[in-house]
Nanobody
Framework: QVRLVESGGGLVQAGGSLRLSCAAS????????MAWYRQAPGKQHELVAT???????RYADSVKGRFAISRDNAKNTVYLEMNSLKPEDTAVYYC???????????????WGRGTLVTVSS
């Protein structure tokens, strides 16, 4: 069974840093794009950052210069390094994998269950 499991969330003061990880498992052969989304209380789901298998990245304007996405293709893991955190970064952060090829089939999109990041002022 294909799974994405996030880790690394928690409580941090404004100006601090956190590193999120998301490990994919389940007979994975390749993943096209991996991404981080977030959803703050009372707000819409927001794309935070994406990274292709070749390492091309894109960021939401709100996190450019503060967050960095990376991936380890050998480990099927994506990371989100978050620096200079602000209270408005408080949200549940979700991992997403698109275009996944596994030993049992292909998946258009797979989501993790999320990890909570809380930034105190």
């Amino acid at each position: 069974q294909v799974r994405l499991v996030e880790s690394g969330g928690g409580l941090v003061q404004a100006g601090g840093s956190l590193r999120l990880s998301c490990a994919a498992s389940g007979g994975i052969i390749s993943i096209n794009v991996m991404a981080w989304y977030r959803q703050a209380p009372g707000k819409q789901h927001e794309l935070v950052a994406t990274i292709t298998g070749g390492g091309s990245t894109r960021y939401a304007d709100s996190v450019k210069g503060r967050f960095a996405i990376s991936r380890d293709n050998a480990k099927n893991t994506v990371y989100l390094e978050m620096n200079s955190l602000k209270p408005e970064d408080t949200a549940v952060y979700y991992c997403n994998a698109a275009g996944m090829v596994t030993t049992t089939g292909t998946y258009g999109e797979v989501w993790g269950r999320g990890t909570l990041v809380t930034v105190s002022s």
